[in-house]
């Protein structure tokens, strides 16, 4: 593990929310999927299940929600642009670090990812070894707003399902002092619909669940262009994910969270987003 001498954990919130990924470590939702192949992720699926699984066995349907939240991370990478084996990009809050795995596989480059979470900066670093590619995929005790790489280190820079425990301002100023000019920045995450969701019910409870601040969407818009980052690419997974969720509402992995995101997509309070922007 690499750590920095002064604690990355600065405030009171961030200490609560490297409490909660520091505790909950039994989390069949998240160990029992990563099981399946290696690669543990912290973050929702997208894409059309096949629901038979629902007939057979409980480890069917495991491997499918596994299945589309792999799907997640790939069209994650699919937006990260024509990535080389010698750049580095950065995984801004790497959880168990699923996606910075699959991102090196597929591109080869050397991959840094940062999170307020010792337990998952450790797990994330066991996975890399575990493949072999520990001398190109690095995990770090590290916050996001303050990571320490250089000027324009950054081919690519994404950031999947971490923003909402931060201020997109603050994070925004330092993706773009990292990105060299040209780069890439992706962002999925989950926000609410500034028309109908800033004070829904089903938002606050996600809020709550996971001790988090989601964003509304104007906030994304307003941080990236006040920091040099101009969307390419704006796409509303919202539809892609209701069957995730759906498939996980009726898996023996369900954590109790799965109405509250469905009532929230379905009610259009919230909104399952991927941008893809600019560093100009
Ligand atoms: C957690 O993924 C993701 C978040 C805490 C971010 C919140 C996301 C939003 C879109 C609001 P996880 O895989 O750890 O969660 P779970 O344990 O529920 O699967
Ligand atoms: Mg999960």
Not at 29 to 48: I, K, P, S, T, W
Not at 127 to 143: K, L, S
Not at 165 to 177: K, N, S
Request: net charge negative; proline share 3%.
């Amino acid at each position: 593990m690499t750590t920095t001498a002064v604690s990355p954990l600065r405030t009171d919130f961030e200490r609560s929310v490297a409490d909660y990924w520091n505790t909950n470590r039994v989390d069949p939702v998240n160990l029992r999927l990563g099981e399946v192949d290696g690669l543990y992720h912290h973050h929702y699926g997208v894409g059309e299940p096949d629901w038979s699984v629902l007939d057979g066995p409980g480890q069917g349907v495991i491997a499918e929600l596994h299945r589309l939240e792999s799907a997640q991370a790939d069209l994650l990478l699919d937006h990260l642009g024509p990535v080389q084996p010698g750049d580095a990009v950065l995984d801004g809050g790497s959880g168990r670090g699923g996606t910075s795995i699959m991102a090196n596989a597929r591109f080869g480059c050397r991959v840094d990812g940062v999170s307020i979470s010792e337990y998952q900066v450790d797990f994330a670093n066991e996975q890399a070894a575990r493949r072999g590619v520990a001398d190109q995929v690095r995990f770090h005790f590290r916050n996001m707003l303050a990571s320490g790489f250089g000027d324009g280190s950054r081919r690519a820079i994404w950031t999947n399902e971490t923003t909402m425990y931060v201020d997109l301002f603050d994070l925004y100023a330092e993706f773009a002092r990292m990105l060299r000019f040209g780069g890439r920045y992706v962002c999925i995450t989950g926000c609410a619909n500034d028309v109908t969701g800033r004070r829904a019910k089903s938002v606050s409870r996600i809020n709550e669940h996971y001790t988090c601040d989601i964003h509304p969407r104007s906030e994304y818009f307003k941080a990236l262009a006040a920091n040099g980052l101009v969307p390419i690419n704006v796409v509303d997974l919202t539809a892609a994910t209701i069957p995730y969720w759906e498939l996980r509402a009726k898996s023996e992995v369900a954590t109790g969270i799965e109405e509250a995101f469905l009532t929230a997509y379905r009610e259009g309070s919230f909104h399952y987003l991927l941008i893809a922007a600019d560093r100009v």
